[in-house]
């Protein structure tokens, strides 16, 4: 059966175990012409279905989205308010023995009942399925008849139901725009063809006039540009122009959710000024009462607010919020409730084989050989085609670890763009003001995570936190990589580890899980100095470069076999001595004294630098196992650039002592696509050319790579770090979308 203009009221009406299904067809809502006073509503008796089930009564909860009890005494007549969507279960209650009459349904300006002939005992329970919202206060009626048992009339119940439609909507099917079906909006789903709707954390600068401090900050909206990087989220409103004063209309989250997101009140057109408030958040609180206004003419009213996240997953928050709409009855439980939940988007970190987009550097004053430095990378990156920034002595503060003091990385949402955002590292630099003044603006966000009070060490600082390119392991695919970090405790060792606070909260991103190496074995410590990613044409589309003492040593041994043991490597440069190295992270109070000239044959036949290196290769070794097995690759993904390390701590009774590279070190490079910028070797020079240059040429290029090499031996080498960890890159967002993750 069709029907037009009428709705359908489903009733239960139980036996025991029988239960009795009853559609009771009349008007919930939309019948454009009421009937006037003394017009009789005339049912059909064609609209009276009934079916016996056998079915267990089913326990309707007191109170939720979809389901409540009414109470229905015999000589009452309850009013209620309902949402559509709801059911009621009304417990009519009778003396023992009597039965009760289904009334057929009728508006109040009506007063002819109609019998439905149906009949059950005073234990039974009425449910009323309500699918339209009432077009005015009042005017659906269920009416039943109460007889004893010889059938005659002892009394009647009544209830009034004025029917309302409130639902709330989100981008749950993560299109970019708002749904008009709400089925899957309470509950966050992963994968491709998962639901649930995606907030950014709001912390780019939209309003770059006023201050230099990201938006999740400040509880306003920055304008348009600010709304972009917000959630839409609406409550929906249809049925008469008001509801009873007794009801309220709350939007709320949990106090623990409202420290976690802003929501913003959008009141008019446009985002200036009074038409947009502040309603829910850490200052505004966690509750916000709507206003029943809807518009006479079509008996609807929309309320549009803007959603930003304003902190990411940590350890302490799973990344889900969820944002609550109910009806109340004063100050009693709520007579309707339904919610959205939303994740937090991750930060995600890029790996050096995506295309690089912008180079930033440390413009120090000194040593002098830093402004060749920064001249030879600009000739790199312009034949790259991307764009360098250079950070003036003003912005440096006399730092030049770039690497070492930021990240950038990027968070998505559906319906815009990715939004490049710089991860401030927590080792209290020269340069650490410079993401927050130079890199924070519109569409470019930025945010620090540690708890003051916490002591960084050198393994916080972010050479020691790289990503692998996509890899499928054991069938696992991990389509945005894996982060690695190093640390001691990936051998259960006593040491330096990267603190929990930084750890934990690269965990709880959740789509890139992290890989712990092991590299307390070094002095600065980090995992770019033994490795680093370039892109291939052929294999995965990437490979590996790990470095390697025992492929140094083949070389060198190949060149005294071919009778080159008296070239000299590292001619005219100087190091400082052992006892005169300054701290790998400063700048200034060194002297440089020590030649670091020695030719093949030196180096061959020192066996105490032979011996150590044998132990740093193990090293290396153990790392490409756990490398091997957590990225799923096999020796062909690798290729081993030559490399010797040197020992610049005394050792102890309890650790031997730990190592920097003894000439720049050629896998801490900058990877900008296919040009490569590599930190300068000075290896022996064999008919006009250097031999290490040209082995690792020899290994890359056929890759599809271009090799440059870069002088940076007394702008980084001397202070124990290189290329890589002298510059940081913006790079392309991956193509991947993180929700589409199958976790």
């Given at each position: 059966m069709r029907l037009t203009l009428v709705e359908s009221v489903l009733l239960l009406v139980w036996f025991g175990n029988v239960v009795l299904l009853v559609f009771l067809t009349f008007n919930m809502a939309a019948i454009p012409v009421m009937p006037r006073a003394g017009d009789m509503v005339k049912p059909s008796l064609a609209s009276v279905e009934l079916a016996e089930v056998a079915i267990p009564r089913p326990v309707i909860p007191e109170v939720s989205g979809t389901g409540r009890w009414v109470i229905l005494n015999m000589g009452e007549t309850v009013y209620e308010v309902a949402i559509v969507g709801q059911h009621l279960s009304v417990d009519i209650r009778t003396e023992k023995g009597h039965k009760v009459s289904l009334v057929t349904p009728y508006y109040m300006t009506n007063k002819v009942n109609v019998t439905s002939g149906v009949l059950h005992?005073?234990?039974?329970?009425?449910?009323?399925?309500?699918?339209?919202?009432?077009?005015?206060?009042?005017?659906?009626?269920?009416?039943?008849?109460?007889?004893?048992?010889?059938?005659?009339?002892?009394?009647?119940?009544?209830?009034?139901?004025?029917?309302?439609?409130?639902?709330?909507?989100?981008?749950?099917?993560?299109?970019?725009?708002?749904?008009?079906?709400?089925?899957?909006?309470?509950?966050?789903?992963?994968?491709?063809?998962?639901?649930?709707?995606?907030?950014?954390?709001?912390?780019?600068?939209?309003?770059?006039?006023?201050?230099?401090?990201?938006?999740?900050?400040?509880?306003?909206?920055?304008?348009?540009?600010?709304?972009?990087?917000?959630?839409?989220?609406?409550?929906?409103?249809?049925?008469?122009?008001?509801?009873?004063?007794?009801?309220?209309?709350?939007?709320?989250?949990?106090?623990?959710?409202?420290?976690?997101?802003?929501?913003?009140?959008?009141?008019?057109?446009?985002?200036?000024?009074?038409?947009?408030?502040?309603?829910?958040?850490?200052?505004?609180?966690?509750?916000?009462?709507?206003?029943?206004?809807?518009?006479?003419?079509?008996?609807?009213?929309?309320?549009?607010?803007?959603?930003?996240?304003?902190?990411?997953?940590?350890?302490?928050?799973?990344?889900?919020?969820?944002?609550?709409?109910?009806?109340?009855?004063?100050?009693?439980?709520?007579?309707?409730?339904?919610?959205?939940?939303?994740?937090?988007?991750?930060?995600?970190?890029?790996?050096?084989?995506?295309?690089?987009?912008?180079?930033?550097?440390?413009?120090?004053?000194?040593?002098?050989?830093?402004?060749?430095?920064?001249?030879?990378?600009?000739?790199?990156?312009?034949?790259?085609?991307?764009?360098?920034?250079?950070?003036?002595?003003?912005?440096?503060?006399?730092?030049?670890?770039?690497?070492?003091?930021?990240?950038?990385?990027?968070?998505?949402?559906?319906?815009?763009?990715?939004?490049?955002?710089?991860?401030?590292?927590?080792?209290?630099?020269?340069?650490?003001?410079?993401?927050?003044?130079?890199?924070?603006?519109?569409?470019?966000?930025?945010?620090?995570?540690?708890?003051?009070?916490?002591?960084?060490?050198?393994?916080?600082?972010?050479?020691?936190?790289?990503?692998?390119?996509?890899?499928?392991?054991?069938?696992?695919?991990?389509?945005?990589g894996r982060i690695l970090v190093g640390s001691s405790s990936a051998r259960g060792n006593p040491g330096r580890r990267m603190m929990d606070t930084l750890l934990n909260f690269l965990r709880a991103q959740r789509v890139q899980p992290p890989v712990l190496l092991y590299s307390d074995w070094l002095e600065v410590g980090h995992v770019d100095e033994f490795m680093t990613f370039v892109p291939a044409t052929n294999g995965k589309g990437f490979r590996m470069l790990l470095s390697s003492p025992d492929a140094c040593y083949r070389i060198l041994e190949r060149l005294r076999d071919d009778g080159h043991g008296d070239a000299v490597l590292f001619q005219g440069k100087r190091r400082q001595s052992k006892s005169q190295l300054s701290h790998w992270d400063t700048s200034h109070g060194f002297s440089l004294k020590e030649s670091a000239a020695v030719t093949v044959n030196n180096l061959l036949e020192d066996s105490s630098v032979r011996k150590q290196n044998a132990l740093y290769q193990s090293y290396i070794n153990e790392n490409r196992e756990i490398l091997k097995k957590e990225l799923g690759l096999t020796e062909e993904d690798i290729v081993d650039l030559p490399q010797l390390y040197r020992e610049v701590t005394e050792p102890n009774a309890d650790t031997p002592g730990r190592a920097a590279a003894a000439f720049p070190n050629l896998v801490n490079m900058l990877v900008l696509g296919k040009f490569l910028g590599i930190p300068k070797p000075f290896g022996p020079i064999i008919n006009g050319a250097c031999a290490f240059e040209q082995h690792v040429t020899s290994l890359l290029e056929p890759l599809g790579l271009t090799c440059d090499f870069l002088d940076d031996w007394y702008s980084y080498h001397v202070f124990l770090g290189e290329v890589h960890c002298g510059t940081q890159t913006r790079r392309q967002p991956f193509a991947f979308k993180w929700w589409e993750m199958a976790i």
């Open positions: 005992d005073g234990t039974a329970a009425t449910i009323v399925y309500c699918r339209l919202p009432s077009v005015k206060a009042n005017n659906e009626l269920i009416a039943f008849e109460i007889l004893d048992d010889a059938g005659r009339h002892v009394g009647s119940a009544t209830l009034v139901l004025t029917v309302y439609q409130l639902s709330l909507h989100v981008d749950a099917d993560r299109d970019g725009s708002i749904d008009e079906e709400t089925s899957s909006k309470s509950q966050w789903k992963w994968g491709p063809g998962g639901t649930g709707a995606i907030l950014l954390v709001n912390n780019d600068n939209d309003d770059v006039t006023i201050d230099k401090y990201p938006d999740n900050r400040n509880g306003v909206v920055d304008g348009e540009t600010d709304l972009r990087d917000m959630s839409p989220m609406t409550v929906r409103m249809r049925g008469p122009t008001a509801l009873p004063k007794e009801y309220v209309v709350w939007l709320h989250t949990s106090s623990e959710d409202a420290q976690r997101i802003g929501i913003f009140h959008l009141t008019d057109e446009g985002p200036s000024g009074s038409n947009i408030h502040h309603v829910i958040g850490p200052t505004a609180g966690n509750m916000a009462e709507l206003d029943w206004k809807v518009n006479p003419t079509d008996n609807a009213m929309t309320y549009n607010f803007a959603v930003e996240a304003l902190q990411y997953p940590d350890m302490h928050f799973d990344g889900e919020v969820s944002v609550h709409l109910s009806l109340r009855k004063g100050a009693g439980k709520p007579l309707f409730e339904e919610m959205v939940v939303f994740r937090v988007a991750p930060w995600i970190m890029t790996p050096t084989t995506l295309p690089t987009q912008e180079v930033f550097v440390s413009g120090v004053v000194e040593p002098e050989e830093n402004a060749r430095f920064v001249r030879d990378l600009q000739q790199l990156t312009t034949r790259a085609g991307v764009r360098l920034t250079i950070a003036a002595p003003a912005q440096n503060g006399g730092d030049r670890w770039m690497q070492n003091e930021v990240e950038v990385g990027y968070s998505e949402a559906p319906g815009r763009a990715a939004m490049p955002v710089a991860f401030s590292s927590p080792r209290y630099g020269g340069l650490q003001p410079f993401p927050r003044r130079k890199m924070l603006g519109p569409d470019f966000g930025y945010f620090s995570h540690y708890h003051l009070g916490e002591e960084p060490n050198s393994l916080d600082s972010f050479g020691n936190l790289e990503v692998s390119p996509p890899v499928k392991v054991n069938g696992v695919d991990y389509p945005l």
